[in-house]
């Protein structure tokens, strides 16, 4: 069965701080992973990575993604307040004739403490 | 332009009764997809729709169902409700299904108490 397993499950920082959150995946027929933030109630997109585009930057967040270990990294270095949210990793995996699914972790609680 | 458009925004509903969610897509996109988040069980994928079609199903039971319209806005449908539906339930659309990868963008969910 497919799954995506996310690390730590929670995690309380200081601003300031730098933090890794994790990623790893069980998938047949992977396409992509993506990294999503959710503060409230919607998930907002970051960041999607590719066998062809495996490390992606923005700002203070960037992201890798190791195919050969089968798992992700976000980092956020000088983390802020506004940082504090659940971060999602999925992974887009290509299911029989030509229809895709996402496969979410149950995501990482950030809280970032001023 | 305008974002994915989720109504209602929140509902309380009794085990026993039936429930339908509407989803209205980003203009241009035509996959709809659906999630059930709970606290327990983060996002899990319940079905996605392209042109009308359903593509995908995930492991939910025959009470949950959907649809999708030519104008690419999808309903889903829960009967029977039961106390474990209680959840938030997101939509997400994207320009396409399988062709290309391309992030999908998010609704802000309905939020379904069960009592």
């Known amino acids: 069965e497919d799954k995506v397993v996310q690390s730590p499950l929670s995690l309380v920082v200081h601003e300031g701080d730098t933090v890794t959150l994790n990623c790893s995946y069980e998938?047949?027929?992977?396409?992509?992973l993506l990294w999503y933030k959710q503060e409230k109630k919607a998930p907002t997109f970051l960041f999607m990575l590719t066998s062809s585009g495996i490390e992606k930057k923005s700002g203070r967040l960037s992201s890798i993604l190791d195919k050969k270990e089968l798992s992700s990294i976000l980092n956020i270095t000088a983390t802020q307040t506004g940082d504090s949210a659940i971060y999602l990793c999925a992974v887009e995996a290509r299911y029989g004739g030509a229809t895709n699914k996402l496969i979410f972790g149950t995501g990482t609680l950030l809280a970032v403490q001023p | 332009k305008a974002g994915v458009t989720q109504t209602p925004r929140y509902l309380i509903k009794t085990r026993g009764q039936q429930v339908t969610l509407s989803c209205s897509p980003i203009s241009g996109h035509r996959s709809v997809s659906w999630y059930q988040q709970t606290p327990g069980q983060g996002l899990q994928f319940l079905f996605e729709?392209?042109?009308?079609?359903?593509?995908n199903k995930g492991n939910f039971p025959g009470r949950f169902s959907g649809r999708q319209f030519s104008n690419s806005r999808s309903e889903m449908n829960v009967s029977t409700l039961e106390l474990g539906d209680s959840a938030l339930y997101l939509c997400a659309s994207s320009r396409t299904s399988g062709q290309m990868n391309t992030e999908a963008f998010f609704g802000q969910g309905t939020r379904l108490t069960v009592v």
């Open positions: 998938v047949t027929n992977f396409r992509s």
């Open positions: 729709y392209f042109s009308e079609t359903q593509r």
